[in-house]
């Protein structure tokens, strides 16, 4: 992994940290669709109106910025692998170009100035807290920027500049704030309580999405079902307090070996289900291989662990759900039958460096 691929990776987890967040913000992309072309007609009406008093050129420079911006985000926000970076380098493209014309016309006067605080209410609606205040320190920054480029303007009349920082901070704190109240309800729905993976409610209409994006572009999805290995006795042996335990590290360590964009859900007791956009079954086989090494090194809370794992795959109209899961589901049941402690594919080999690997089966 590049150091570039390692810094957009850090950047995007955090702005969205969990997939939960990750999944909220594609869902609410479309949502925001329509208050975000009612905001593109209003600046628009608002533009041709200045027009003989600040110069056409501003409609036209704003103009074409909110059609690609438009462009990118409609066509770009499903396919990327981290939604969160196109967001954020449409919110920086934005705010740039604001400040820009703001500086034009009029600087610290300018009558465009408070318009740089509109993107604010627009993170709030796809990010958690701390996405809402980088924004706000970068508006913020914008706004000193414009400041500075007429500083004498700005001692001259400070107000025009000044009644935008508190204007700033009240959308940014009203922002954070109901924000913060329906996350904890989303998370609530969506999210496995014990473990804070994504549960299987939220699990249909997410692989539709994927689903459809697939068949689009040609990728493949890959789909890995896990189970961990006689894990009624881990229970029996060490009580369900420490089972409760031992699932939670499960679930840190799949996360950690997982990238932002492949999704990992608990199905229920110690069942988990990966999906890997983009992933034919030969990689996501050596995604659940990787898993699998990484389980059994872990022995979460001092207790050793093994894990059974089956893949499949499949591009174009070989997307449905129920076969894919079906096909993993009985990779599964060959690599318990086999021995437990491996890989096994829909349609191929168990995966691993294992002598006793065992070709899997679908009936």
Not at 7 to 22: E, I, Q, S
Not at 88 to 110: D, K, R, Y
Not at 318 to 346: H, I, N
Request: glycine share 10%; hydrophobic share 50%; aromatic share 8%.
């Amino acid at each position: 992994m590049g150091a570039e691929d390692t810094w957009v990776k850090r950047l995007a987890a955090f702005l969205c940290p969990t997939d939960g967040d990750r999944e909220r913000l594609l869902e609410l992309e479309e949502t925001l669709r329509t208050p975000r072309l009612l905001t593109y007609v209003a600046v628009a009406a608002t533009l041709v109106a200045l027009g003989p008093f600040v110069g056409w050129w501003l409609p036209l420079l704003l103009g074409g910025l909110s059609a690609l911006y438009e462009l990118i985000i409609r066509r770009g926000i499903q396919a990327t692998t981290h939604p969160a970076m196109l967001i954020v380098c449409g919110f920086t493209m934005n705010l740039a170009v604001t400040a820009i014309a703001a500086a034009l016309s009029g600087g610290p006067q300018s009558p465009l100035l408070p318009w740089l605080v509109i993107p604010i209410i627009a993170l709030a609606g796809r990010f958690g807290s701390r996405g809402v205040w980088w924004g706000t320190g970068m508006v913020a920054l914008a706004i000193l920027a414009v400041i500075a480029t007429d500083v004498p303007a700005f001692r001259h009349d400070p107000a025009p500049a000044l009644v935008i920082m508190p204007l700033t901070i009240a959308l940014a704190s009203f922002g954070s704030a109901l924000n913060f109240a329906e996350l904890r309800q989303r998370r609530a729905s969506a999210l496995d309580p014990l473990t804070g993976l994504l549960n299987r409610r939220s699990l249909p209409d997410r692989f539709g999405e994927l689903a459809e994006q697939a068949r689009l572009s040609g990728e493949p999805i890959a789909l890995i079902v896990l189970d961990i290995d006689h894990f009624k006795r881990i229970n029996d042996e060490y009580g369900h307090s420490r089972g409760d335990t031992v699932l939670r590290e499960i679930a840190t360590a799949l996360r950690g070996e997982l990238r932002s964009f492949e999704l990992a859900y608990r199905l229920g007791g110690e069942e988990f289900l990966i999906v890997l956009p983009a992933i034919d079954v030969e990689h996501g086989t050596g995604v659940a291989e990787r898993l699998r090494r990484c389980l059994a090194a872990l022995y979460p809370d001092g207790v050793p662990i093994t894990a059974s794992l089956g893949v499949s795959a499949g591009r174009g109209d070989d997307l449905a759900f129920e076969s894919l899961f079906d096909a993993a589901d009985r990779a599964l049941y060959a690599a318990k039958d086999a021995g437990r402690d491996r890989v096994c594919t829909a349609g191929g080999d168990g995966a691993g460096d294992r002598p006793d690997r065992v070709a899997n089966f679908v009936r």
